[in-house]
């Protein structure tokens, strides 16, 4: 069967340590969050670069990369400049008013490029048990709208 093609964001290690987390007895590695799309349930294998250290990154399943060894710069990877240039100004310019790291821009050219309908939290600020939401809802013409929402966070016990 033969199933549409998806994309995710979903977070990767590196094995670099932030500088905080560094006089740590037991190693905190850096996370960063990827976008990958998925055919006929298989993630479709790219490189990354880690946004802290720079070392290039195989992501070869959901939440699993293996180093690129031999590869010590990235520069056939696409920035979000060359992703910008693809956008209809007005998004290109709010999306680096709002300072989204580069899976967001990965994610909105899929939706815009697969016509596809989805809504993206941007930023999410939390106060005790309620968040305020600013999301980005990219429509199948890709044409976006911007939307902000309160949500009650429930935890459960």
């Known amino acids: 069967m033969n199933m549409a093609i998806e994309g995710v964001r979903h977070l990767i290690e590196c094995h670099c340590i932030l500088p905080q987390f560094r006089n740590r007895q037991t190693p905190v590695?850096?996370?960063?969050?990827?976008?990958?799309?998925?055919?006929?349930?298989?993630?479709?294998?790219?490189?990354?670069?880690?946004?802290?250290?720079?070392?290039?990154?195989?992501?070869?399943?959901?939440?699993?990369?293996e180093i690129a060894h031999g590869m010590e710069e990235g520069t056939s990877l696409?920035?979000?400049?060359?992703?910008?240039?693809?956008?209809?100004?007005?998004?290109?310019?709010?999306?680096?008013?709002?300072?989204?790291?580069?899976?967001?821009?990965?994610?909105?050219?899929?939706?815009?490029?697969?016509?596809?309908?989805?809504?993206i939290i941007l930023n999410k600020d939390t106060k005790d048990d309620v968040s305020q939401l600013k999301i980005l809802h990219v429509k199948p013409d890709g044409t976006f709208k911007i939307k902000s929402e309160t949500r009650q966070d429930e935890v459960e016990f």
Not at 33 to 61: A, M, R
Not at 78 to 95: A, E, T, V
Request: glycine residues 2%; charged residues 30%.
């Open 29 to 65: 590695y850096h996370k960063f969050i990827v976008f990958s799309t998925i055919d006929d349930d298989k993630v479709n294998k790219k490189l990354v670069q880690c946004n802290n250290c720079g070392i290039l990154h195989k992501v070869v399943d959901i939440c699993k990369s």
């Open 78 to 119: 696409r920035s979000i400049d060359d992703i910008r240039l693809s956008f209809p100004q007005n998004l290109g310019d709010f999306l680096v008013q709002q300072k989204v790291d580069i899976s967001i821009w990965e994610y909105v050219e899929f939706l815009i490029d697969n016509k596809q309908e989805k809504e």
